[in-house]
């Protein structure tokens, strides 16, 4: 018995790469945001301040 994934895709369908489409939905999912320098710390000091303020 064979897997599905294993099968061959037929001559008119595109061929899915896994790692691809999980990075993909993964990207989609968090939003592809890695901020660094000035606005990482600009978030942070924002979050904090909003975070003391509701003390």
């Given at each position: 018995?064979?897997?599905?994934?294993?099968?061959?895709?037929?001559?008119?369908?595109?061929?899915?790469?896994?790692?691809?489409?999980?990075?993909?939905?993964?990207?989609?999912?968090?939003?592809?945001?890695?901020?660094?320098?000035?606005?990482a710390?600009?978030?942070?000091g924002v979050?904090?301040?909003?975070?003391?303020?509701?003390?």
């Amino acid at each position: 018995m064979t897997d599905q994934s294993q099968r061959a895709a037929a001559p008119d369908q595109p061929v899915i790469d896994i790692d691809k489409l999980s990075e993909i939905v993964a990207e989609a999912d968090t939003g592809g945001r890695k901020p660094t320098g000035r606005t990482a710390k600009l978030i942070l000091g924002v979050s904090l301040a909003w975070s003391l303020f509701q003390l």
